[in-house]
T-cell receptor, first 114, second 110 residues
Framework: NAGVTQTPKFQVLKTGQSMTLQCAQDMNHNSMYWYRQDPGMGLRLIYYSASEGTTDKGEVPNGYNVSRLNKREFSLRLESAAPSQTSVYFC?????????????FGPGTRLTVL | GQQVMQIPQYQHVQEGEDFTTYCNSSTTLSNIQWYKQRPGGHPVFLIQLVKSGEVKKQKRLTFQFGEAKKNSSLHITATQTTDVGTYFCAASTNAGKSTFGDGTTLTVKP
């Protein structure tokens, strides 16, 4: 099993450009998440999807949109990138059942907006 | 929303010294998880605590959940260079979302 995969690993954008970050998991998990991590800071939740077909805003959703394409895939879109969106983006998945709350993280996408 | 405060932000130790990071919440938590993130890496799950007063050990790591389920700690005995990284606590809600603390970054001097 590959676990959680993310593409691309690195990206440089100019202000105003758009892009989509891709995430896929092969663990048959119900819930998926997008976080951003700024230097020296923790993880802030952008959007999450508790189950296929549903998405909800997290702590910092402005400037982002998401799509839960199917159970495996959860994409994050920046419509008009801004320098404030320079960050490392992590996708995570979670089984969704009661009990264990462990989240599995992808390797991250390092995004720079000039 | 739920907030989780973590202290200290940074800790520098000599190899062999002990290390502790603390996680505090103003509200009662249903459970708490701990994650480790190596430099340049992604967070990796270490453990979950669920019961009031729970103590769990993983080799040199000891995790505690407070009696009131509002705080938790991670203690590393006799640190090694392989322990370097940032340690995060995370509190989850019934919806499965987790609120992460800002982490404690540990550096170990050989």
């Amino acid at each position: 099993n590959a676990g959680v995969t993310q593409t691309p690993k690195f990206q440089v954008l100019k202000t105003g450009q758009s892009m989509t970050l891709q995430c896929a998991q092969d663990m048959n998990h119900n819930s998926m998440y997008w976080y951003r991590q700024d230097p020296g800071m923790g993880l802030r939740l952008i959007y999450y999807s508790a189950s296929e077909g549903t998405t909800d805003k997290g702590e910092v959703p402005n400037g982002y949109n998401v799509s839960r394409l199917n159970k495996r895939e959860f994409s994050l879109r920046l419509e008009s990138a801004a320098p404030s969106q320079t960050s490392v983006y992590f996708c995570a998945s979670h089984q969704g059942a009661s009990g264990r709350s462990e989240q599995f993280f992808g390797p991250g996408t390092r995004l720079t907006v000039l | 929303g739920q907030q989780v405060m973590q202290i200290p932000q940074y800790q520098h130790v000599q190899e062999g010294e002990d290390f502790t990071t603390y996680c505090n919440s103003s509200t009662t938590l249903s459970n708490i998880q701990w994650y480790k993130q190596r430099p340049g890496g992604h967070p990796v799950f270490l453990i979950q605590l669920v019961k009031s007063g729970e103590v769990k050990k993983q080799k040199r790591l000891t995790f505690q959940f407070g009696e009131a389920k509002k705080n938790s700690s991670l203690h590393i005995t006799a640190t090694q260079t392989t322990d370097v990284g940032t340690y995060f606590c995370a509190a989850s809600t019934n919806a499965g979302k987790s609120t992460f603390g800002d982490g404690t970054t540990l550096t170990v001097k050989p």
